[in-house]
Nanobody
């Protein structure tokens, strides 16, 4: 079993920054990928960014390229999302996601609200 626990969400003004963290625990020896998704009210859940373990390739949604940075601390089994130049349209619940042994796991989500 794999557990993913997000932290770091909150309220920030437009143009501000936040850093999300996701701590992974459990049986994660065959971790294939980790990433961040988000879901705004009334919208479908969408990919924000992800890292593929084999080769370390990174993908970003077009809407966050140049503003968000995904990274991993392998020693601490922790995933990060540095979010800069935040916009109102970035407001959503952000979910950590992992694929371990071809099974999909989700965190409980953390709310990010961008508002003045």
């Amino acid at each position: 079993q794999v557990q993913l626990m997000e932290s770091g969400g909150g309220l920030v003004q437009p143009g501000g920054s936040l850093r999300l963290s996701c701590a992974a625990s459990g049986s994660i020896s065959n971790l294939i990928s980790m990433g961040w998704y988000r879901q705004a009210p009334g919208e479908q859940r969408e990919l924000v960014a992800r890292i593929i373990s084999d080769g370390g390739s990174i993908n970003y949604a077009d809407s966050v390229k140049g503003r968000f940075t995904i990274s991993r601390d392998n020693a601490k089994n922790t995933l990060f999302l540095q979010m800069n130049s935040l916009k109102r349209e970035d407001t959503a619940v952000y979910y950590c996601h992992g694929i371990v042994s071809f099974r999909s796991y989700w965190g409980q989500g953390t709310q990010v609200t961008v508002s003045s």
